[in-house]
């Protein structure tokens, strides 16, 4: 937090104080701006507003400037905790998509043809609110799911528009993203996240994860501060990624083998007594069980596994205890084992584990558990409590390690293909392009009886739906409020930036409450977002209007404490080395070695994916200067390494052929040294089959279209990156 930041108390100030503070806290005040852009806005209103980003999961925040109603610049809000003043490529990219010559600007009805049709939202409505009634009447609320990806108002509304339906079937995006990497660490620590130090930390290790590719600015600032400070930053990871710039080594491990890695320098560190003693003993159950597994598992076996060599694992681990408790596995998201592999899950519980072995949790420079707010309770005349669906969301039997806020969507697929699931909603979600075999994703939705879309473009997703329900961009509309948590904890406000651009387009909160209306439960919807948003700030002490003026407003005294000993939400409230509930799902209690699915054979590569830091998967492709940066810069390559390049006969820029037995493809080749030479790299954004998006449509390769369709056991993440490949040269 910048000593300029807006706090709780702050507002107590009025609006003058907010004035003064906007003006001295790395913004440009507005009557300095309006000069300097006099020659652009000398015949025009001009205004301001905080808004967040909605490029990826970060949100963080800015000001628009808004100038007769046209958006003309974003500059990074100084005090969000995100931002710190600044936005990547995507968060300018994005807002484009609100003047996008591919906005949809109707609801759209597939007729017996198989083609979009425009009609009005009473007819949609109307329409689906009949289908929705019959599947209730006919198999239950429970034949009923929704899938979205969580944005502040959008989490809200279709949580509950689906359990007042009845259906406990409400699924985000995580199960190919971030599920076995929250899943695992629940199992061990009891949360799903925590938070590297490394502005303080004396070393951090990387897992599959780069900052300078991601991109959240305060995070890239972070490293770089440590970087500078003389930290050791390790980067493991197949594939060595543009954080290298403040690395200090790049360990260029086998894919889908980090948890042989994790597993032998906890070797090391228990084997040789470097592991904080005092500490497990007096905060974590079942260490033994663990003690006497990793036996096994010595840097020599280890080797073997990882390619990497015996001496540098050694080393790795002589480090982090020597940097201890200044110093932790950082963790990651969905790169390495977010979703990746068939051990993603025990990947997670062994860092988890690993980190508790250097004695590090809220230690300075260690892993935190930061502090939070949220909203409390609201008036429940106001804002009534909806009835608690009487099933439990499908898949939590069949995938118990599941966390129940995530879901594994992937199962909610299978069960439209068996049958089982009659309609399905999908809200910002590309899941037929982005989230498994995209095969078996459109013949899975083709079997609903319903399927609903609202979104912004026509996405692959929404071609297969019966009805397309077109939302107002991020910049048209007012959000919850977005709580964050950090060493300071904050909210922030996604406000309206641009009047309705296409007037027959609506945002989220209106479309879910319309339809639930529509569907015979609209009692639960009797409220406006500003009415919702402005009751839960006042739960913490502010309020809507306050909360405009600034962007994002802080809790001082809820800031975090170095030292305090974390609560552990687990079932023996304390660190679980050992877990009843991974035994019960068919896994070890404790972390042990889990093979990949699929391993190469001969000349076979191991697929493997990541974000570019121009894009956030297939959202952003479809952003004409975004775009434009890939195609300048060739970024639609493919890697693969020097060595397996030369005796494939593959020179750099050749195009070749990469096939397996899900899809064939065709593109052009990066050859460098910079990757592991098992594994061949491809970027997760490209390879859009929507034509309607013009200029994303057909550029590129899709690596879903290669990954089979499967699921973690126990987790029920997508294993998106047990696919491999065999890579030629065309014409060769």
């Known amino acids: 937090m910048s000593e300029h930041a807006i706090t709780r108390r702050g507002f107590l100030a009025g609006s003058a104080g907010v004035a003064a503070v906007a003006a001295t806290s790395g913004f440009v005040s507005f009557g300095a701006w309006e000069k300097a852009h006099a020659d652009q806005a000398a015949n025009g209103e001009t205004k301001t507003v905080h808004s967040l980003c909605n490029a990826c999961s970060s949100k963080c925040g800015f000001t628009a400037y808004v100038v007769d109603g046209r958006l003309t610049k974003l500059i990074g809000d100084a005090d969000h905790p995100y931002a710190k003043g600044k936005l990547c490529a995507r968060g300018y990219g994005y807002s484009q998509i609100a003047y996008s010559k591919d906005r949809l600007t109707d609801p759209l009805k597939k007729n017996e043809k198989g083609t979009f049709e425009a009609i009005s939202w009473d007819q949609a409505y109307g329409e689906i609110a009949e289908k929705v009634k019959d599947i209730i009447a006919s198999d239950g609320p429970q034949a009923l799911a929704i899938v979205q990806d969580p944005r502040p108002s959008g989490k809200y509304y279709t949580k509950r528009f689906m359990n007042a339906l009845g259906s406990a079937n409400v699924y985000t995006h995580g199960a190919a993203c971030n599920l076995s990497k929250e899943a695992g660490f629940t199992q061990v620590i009891g949360t799903g996240n925590y938070s590297s130090d490394m502005a303080n930390s004396k070393m951090t290790m990387f897992i599959g994860r780069s900052y300078a590719d991601a991109i959240r600015p305060s995070s890239v600032a972070s490293l770089q501060k440590a970087h500078d400070k003389g930290a050791h930053i390790v980067l493991v990871d197949p594939r060595c990624n543009?954080?290298?710039?403040?690395?200090?080594?790049?360990?260029?491990?086998?894919?889908?083998?980090?948890?042989?890695?994790?597993?032998?320098?906890?070797?090391?560190?228990?084997?040789?007594?470097?592991?904080?003693?005092?500490?497990?003993?007096?905060?974590?159950?079942?260490?033994?069980?663990?003690?006497?597994?990793?036996?096994?598992?010595?840097?020599?076996?280890?080797?073997?596994?990882?390619?990497?060599?015996?001496?540098?694992?050694?080393?790795?681990?002589?480090?982090?205890?020597?940097?201890?408790?200044?110093?932790?596995?950082?963790?990651?998201?969905?790169?390495?084992?977010?979703?990746?592999?068939?051990?993603?899950?025990?990947?997670?519980?062994?860092?988890?584990?690993?980190?508790?072995?250097?004695?590090?949790?809220?230690?300075?420079?260690?892993?935190?558990?930061?502090?939070?707010?949220?909203?409390?309770?609201?008036?429940?005349?106001?804002?009534?409590s909806v009835p608690k669906p009487e099933g439990k969301i499908a898949g939590s039997e069949e995938y118990p390690l599941a966390l129940t806020g995530m879901g594994t969507n992937l199962f909610a697929a299978q069960q439209a293909k068996e049958g089982a699931l009659k309609g399905m909603f999908f809200y910002n979600s590309n899941m037929a392009a982005g989230y498994s075999n995209t095969a078996y994703l459109n013949e899975a939705l083709s079997h609903l009886d319903l399927m609903v879309v609202v979104d912004v473009q026509m996405s692959e997703t929404a071609m297969l739906a019966d009805y397309v329900l077109p939302d107002t961009s991020y910049l048209e509309r007012l959000e919850l409020p977005e709580f964050i948590g950090g060493k300071v904890p904050a909210v922030s406000l996604r406000d309206q930036v641009l009047d309705k651009i296409h007037p027959n387009t609506k945002p989220v909160d209106q479309i879910f409450s319309e339809l639930a209306e529509a569907c015979g439960v609209g009692e639960y919807f009797q409220f406006s977002v500003d009415e919702l948003a402005d009751a839960q700030l006042k739960t913490v002490g502010l309020s809507l209007d306050a909360l405009k003026k600034t962007g994002t407003a802080y809790f001082p005294e809820k800031e975090f404490l170095y030292g305090n000993a974390p609560k552990w939400k687990t079932p023996s409230g304390k660190v679980?080395?050992?877990?009843?509930?991974?035994?019960?799902?068919?896994?070890?209690?404790?972390?042990?070695?889990?093979?990949?699915?699929?391993?190469?054979?001969?000349?076979?590569?191991?697929?493997?994916?990541?974000?570019?830091?121009?894009?956030?998967?297939?959202?952003?492709?479809?952003?004409?200067?975004?775009?434009?940066?890939?195609k300048d810069y060739d970024l639609t390559r493919v890697w693969i390494n020097a060595d397996v390049a030369d005796r494939l006969g593959i020179a750099d820029g050749d195009e070749v052929e990469v096939s397996n037995d899900q899809h064939t493809g065709r593109v052009r080749a990066k050859v460098t040294q910079r990757i592991n030479p098992t594994a061949l790299y491809m970027p997760s954004h490209y390879g859009c089959s929507a034509p309607d998006q013009h200029t994303a449509y057909n550029v590129g390769l899709r690596q879903m279209d290669f990954v089979p369709f499967h699921m973690e056991p126990g987790y029920g993440s997508a294993m998106t990156q047990e696919a491999v490949v065999t890579v030629k040269k065309v014409g060769a």
Not at 268 to 289: M, P, S
Not at 601 to 621: C, D, F, M, P, Y
Request: proline share 5%.
């Open 242 to 384: 543009n954080s290298i710039k403040f690395a200090d080594e790049w360990v260029p491990i086998n894919p889908g083998t980090d948890l042989a890695l994790v597993l032998a320098m906890a070797n090391v560190l228990v084997t040789r007594n470097l592991y904080d003693k005092e500490y497990v003993a007096a905060h974590t159950v079942g260490f033994e069980q663990w003690a006497k597994e990793l036996e096994a598992y010595t840097p020599s076996w280890a080797e073997k596994v990882t390619g990497i060599r015996a001496e540098t694992i050694d080393r790795l681990a002589v480090e982090f205890a020597q940097a201890a408790p200044a110093a932790s596995i950082e963790p990651s998201w969905r790169g390495a084992f977010g979703c990746s592999y068939a051990n993603s899950g025990e990947t997670a519980r062994a860092i988890a584990l690993f980190n508790t072995l250097l004695g590090c949790w809220n230690q300075k420079g260690g892993a935190l558990f930061t502090s939070s707010v949220s909203a409390g309770d609201v008036d429940k005349a106001q804002f009534p």
């Open 576 to 630: 679980q080395f050992a877990s009843e509930a991974c035994e019960k799902a068919g896994l070890s209690a404790v972390p042990v070695w889990v093979d990949p699915a699929i391993m190469p054979v001969g000349n076979e590569l191991r697929l493997i994916g990541g974000k570019q830091a121009i894009h956030s998967h297939t959202q952003t492709a479809n952003i004409e200067d975004l775009m434009q940066i890939t």
